[in-house]
Nanobody, 115 residues
Framework: QVQLVESGGGLVQAGGALRLSCAAS????????MGWYRQAPGKQREMVAT???????NYANSVKGRFTISRDSTKNMLYLQMNGLKPEDTAVYYC?????????WGQGTQVTVSV
């Protein structure tokens, strides 16, 4: 089993920045992809950014140029640096880890961007 714990969410004004962190623990042996997803009220969960173990990062068009995903493999940490935040970025942000054909999710962290 894999556990994911997100942190770093909060309330920020439009134009501000936040850095989300995700700590992974448990039976981690061969990560295929780690990523960030978000779900706004009344909307479906959507991909924000993904970081495969091999290959290029992938960003949603809505966050390109503003968000940066990164990973510290030595610490099993995943990060999402969010700059230039907009009210439409308000959502619960989830960390995800895929390995061995299974996907694990964190409990989510709330990000609220005020006008």
């Amino acid at each position: 089993q894999v556990q994911l714990v997100e942190s770093g969410g909060g309330l920020v004004q439009a134009g501000g920045a936040l850095r989300l962190s995700c700590a992974a623990s448990g039976n981690i042996f061969r990560i295929n992809v780690m990523g960030w997803y978000r779900q706004a009220p009344g909307k479906q969960r959507e991909m924000v950014a993904t970081l495969p173990s091999t290959g290029n990062t992938n960003y949603a068009n809505s966050v390109k140029g503003r968000f940066t995903i990164s990973r510290d493999s030595t610490k099993n940490m995943l990060y999402l640096q969010m700059n230039g935040l907009k009210p439409e970025d308000t959502a619960v942000y989830y960390c995800a880890l895929a390995q061995n054909s299974r996907t694990f999710w964190g409990q989510g962290t709330q990000v609220t961007v005020s006008v």
